[in-house]
């Protein structure tokens, strides 16, 4: 008996050490040339996910399904930021100089990220898409906004 409950409480740690990335969270308003963080919302998931990078672009909304947009961005994510459990990957990424114009100031763009990740002891190829409405300002917000479930998911096994 003693076994089962030392087995069954290991299990239950290591499937905690197991994580995958569910969205993104980010400033509702964002001003140009200044950075902001880009939160990838992890949560505990039953096999291993190795994060390798994230991207991202901004789009007039409503944006095209799919799609990044314009002024892309990107960031390695590697093994440091791959399966951290419940704990959300924070990434410094910059709002691009080209939203400070008269088409993007004082309005809604949609942020889109795509993270690629290989799932599972097969290292199965998965591009996830996520997106959140942000507005261009003159001051990055204190508030955030976070995507709900995912915009796009080409899975490629």
Not at 50 to 57: P, Q, S, T
């Amino acid at each position: 008996m003693r076994f089962s409950t030392l087995t069954t409480t290991a299990l239950a740690s290591a499937s905690l050490a197991s994580a995958r990335l569910v969205g993104i969270s980010a400033p509702t308003t964002l001003a140009p040339n200044t950075t902001f963080d880009l939160t990838l919302i992890s949560e505990g998931y039953i096999q291993t996910v190795a994060d390798i990078a994230v991207a991202w672009g901004f789009q007039l909304a409503p944006g095209y399904t799919g799609a990044l947009g314009s002024f892309p961005g990107s960031a390695y994510l590697g093994p440091e930021k791959s399966n951290q459990g419940q704990e959300n990957v924070t990434i410094t990424a910059t709002v691009p100089p080209g939203l400070d114009s008269e088409s993007w100031r004082g309005k809604d763009v949609v942020l889109t990220a795509g993270i690629y990740s290989l799932y599972g002891a097969s290292g199965g190829p998965v591009v996830g898409g996520f997106n959140v409405t942000v507005r261009i300002g003159n001051v990055t917000s204190n508030q955030t906004v976070s995507s709900d479930g995912w915009a796009f998911n080409n899975n490629g096994v």
